[in-house]
């Protein structure tokens, strides 16, 4: 029932852009925490971002300054904008939706290479 569709991943050389999008369906997404975590092969998973249901941000050290969280509760959809992209950044990236229980999206690959 519950359901979170992420997009918008791709391959794209250092320096470039992303938009990743998330559609929440079986929750009620305004009282909900959204995220994205990152998850490479041979590292921690990491948390990239959080935003309140109010729309207050938190970043990770690692992303602050290149990345941007953002959501409209009208369109059940939370996104993260991802710029100045680094080698680094690579990882399969998931939503969650957080209030008491956590649900996670299936992920979406992002590769940063030349």
């Known amino acids: 029932q519950v359901q979170l569709v992420e997009s918008g991943g791709g391959l794209v050389q250092p320096g470039g852009s992303l938009r990743l999008s998330c559609a929440a369906s079986g929750i009620i997404f305004s009282i909900y925490t959204m995220g994205w975590y990152r998850q490479t092969p041979g590292k921690q998973r990491e948390l990239v971002a959080t935003i309140s249901s109010t729309g207050s941000p938190n970043y990770a050290d690692s992303v602050k300054g290149r990345f941007t969280i953002s959501r409209d509760n009208a369109k059940n959809t939370v996104w993260l904008q991802m710029n100045s992209l680094k080698p680094e950044d690579t990882a399969v990236y998931y939503c969650?939706?957080?209030?008491?229980?956590?649900?996670w999206g299936q992920g979406t690959q992002v590769t940063v290479s030349s």
């Open positions: 969650t939706a957080t209030q008491y229980r956590q649900y």
